[in-house]
C-alpha cells in the first residue's frame, strides 16, 4: 500500500504540475490563431478591433497641432468664447422674458373693456359754481366747476390739523374742476353737494361733512371723497378713468 | 487686434457681475433692434395696403364734410 500511496501522489504532483503550463499554452495558442485571423486576407471574420492588437498603433498621440492657435495669444478666442456664451445668455434672456410676458399680457384687460371704463365729459356745459353728477363704472362722480372764492377757501384751509390730512392742491389738477367719487368714505352713501357745515358735501346716512375740496371735517368718515384718475385731453373736455 | 480683444475681455467679462449686466443690457437692446426690425420688413411687405397708409384719404374726407 505505501507504494501505491507514493504512485499517486507523484502522479498527482506531476498533473498539477503540468497542468498550468498546458492551460497557458492553450491560451498562447487561441490567441495566437486570432491574430492569424485577422492577418489573414482569405478569412470572411474581420475584426471590429483591428489593429488594436499593435502597440506601436494604440500608443501614438494623434497630432492636434492643426488646431493651436499659432499667433500665440489667447485673448481673441476667449473674447469669442465669452460672446458665444453672453450672446447665448442674452438670447435665452429673451425667450424667457416673451414667454412671462405672453401669460400676463392674456390676463390683463382688453381693449374693449379699457374702452367702457372711460367716461368723456363736455365740460363746458357745466357753469361756475354748479355741481354735476355722472355715472362712471357704475357710481356717481361729482364735477364741481368751482368759483375763485371756493379755490381760495379750499387752499387757505389748515389742511394738517385735517382727519385726513391733504392739501388742496393733490385733489385736483386744475383749481377750476373738482372731480371725486361720490361715495362717503363711511358706509357709500352718496353725499348731497352744497350742503353741511362747510359749504361741500353732506352725507345723510350718518352726517358727515366734507369741504369744498371734499376734505372730511366732521361726522364718522374716515377719510376724504376719493379722487378717481382723470386727465384733460383738450380745453373744455375731461376723460375720467 | 490682440489690444482691442484683451481691452474688451477686462471690460466685459472679467467679472462676473458686469458680464450679467452686459448679458441683460444687450438682451434689451437685441428686443428692440428684433421688434424695430421686423416691424419695419412687415410695413414694407404690406406697403400701402395698412390703414396708416391709406388713412389720409378718409380722413381728409372727413373733415371736408
Known amino acids: 500500500m505505501p507504494a501505491l500511496t507514493t504512485t499517486t501522489r507523484a502522479l498527482a504532483r506531476t498533473w498539477t504540475?503540468?497542468?498550468?503550463?498546458?492551460?497557458?499554452?492553450?491560451?498562447?495558442?487561441?490567441?495566437?490563431?486570432?491574430?492569424?485571423?485577422?492577418?489573414?486576407?482569405?478569412?470572411?471574420?474581420?475584426?471590429?478591433?483591428?489593429?488594436?492588437?499593435?502597440?506601436?498603433?494604440?500608443?501614438?498621440?494623434?497630432?492636434?497641432?492643426?488646431?493651436?492657435?499659432?499667433?500665440?495669444?489667447?485673448?481673441?478666442?476667449?473674447?469669442?468664447?465669452?460672446?458665444?456664451?453672453?450672446?447665448?445668455?442674452?438670447?435665452?434672456?429673451?425667450?424667457?422674458?416673451?414667454?412671462?410676458?405672453?401669460?400676463l399680457v392674456n390676463m390683463s384687460a382688453s381693449a374693449d373693456v379699457l374702452a367702457q371704463a372711460k367716461v368723456e365729459i363736455d365740460l363746458a356745459a357745466i357753469p361756475e359754481g354748479k355741481n354735476v353728477i355722472i355715472k362712471w363704472r357704475g357710481k356717481p362722480v361729482f364735477i364741481r366747476h368751482r368759483t375763485a372764492e371756493e379755490i381760495k377757501e379750499a387752499e387757505d384751509t389748515k389742511w394738517e390739523?385735517?382727519?385726513?390730512?391733504?392739501?388742496?392742491?393733490?385733489?385736483?389738477?386744475?383749481?377750476?374742476?373738482?372731480?371725486?367719487?361720490?361715495?362717503?368714505t363711511h358706509l357709500g352713501c352718496v353725499p348731497i353737494g352744497e350742503a353741511g357745515d362747510f359749504g361741500g358735501w353732506f352725507c345723510p346716512c350718518h352726517g358727515s361733512h366734507y369741504d369744498i375740496s371734499g376734505r372730511i371735517r366732521k361726522g364718522p368718515a374716515p377719510l376724504n371723497l376719493e379722487v378717481p384718475e382723470y386727465d384733460f385731453p383738450e380745453e373744455g373736455k375731461v376723460v375720467i378713468g | 487686434m490682440a489690444g482691442l480683444s484683451s481691452s474688451l475681455y477686462n471690460l466685459f467679462f472679467r467679472k462676473n457681475t458686469v458680464m450679467l449686466g452686459t448679458v441683460f443690457a444687450s438682451a434689451f437692446a437685441i428686443q428692440m433692434a428684433f421688434d424695430s426690425g421686423s416691424e419695419k420688413i412687415w410695413d414694407g411687405i404690406n406697403k400701402g395696403r395698412q390703414w396708416k397708409d391709406i388713412k389720409h384719404r378718409y380722413v381728409q374726407a372727413a373733415e371736408e364734410e
Open chain 1, 17 to 103: 504540475a503540468h497542468q498550468l503550463p498546458a492551460v497557458r499554452a492553450c491560451t498562447a495558442l487561441s490567441s495566437h490563431s486570432r491574430s492569424i485571423s485577422e492577418v489573414s486576407a482569405s478569412s470572411s471574420f474581420d475584426s471590429p478591433f483591428k489593429g488594436m492588437g499593435s502597440s506601436e498603433k494604440t500608443t501614438r498621440i494623434p497630432s492636434f497641432a492643426k488646431y493651436r492657435n499659432s499667433s500665440g495669444d489667447e485673448s481673441g478666442p476667449r473674447v469669442f468664447q465669452y460672446f458665444m456664451v453672453g450672446t447665448m445668455g442674452a438670447l435665452s434672456a429673451l425667450g424667457a422674458k416673451a414667454t412671462v410676458q405672453d401669460f
Open chain 1, 161 to 184: 390739523a385735517l382727519r385726513d390730512p391733504q392739501p388742496d392742491s393733490d385733489r385736483v389738477k386744475k383749481p377750476d374742476w373738482l372731480i371725486m367719487l361720490g361715495v362717503c
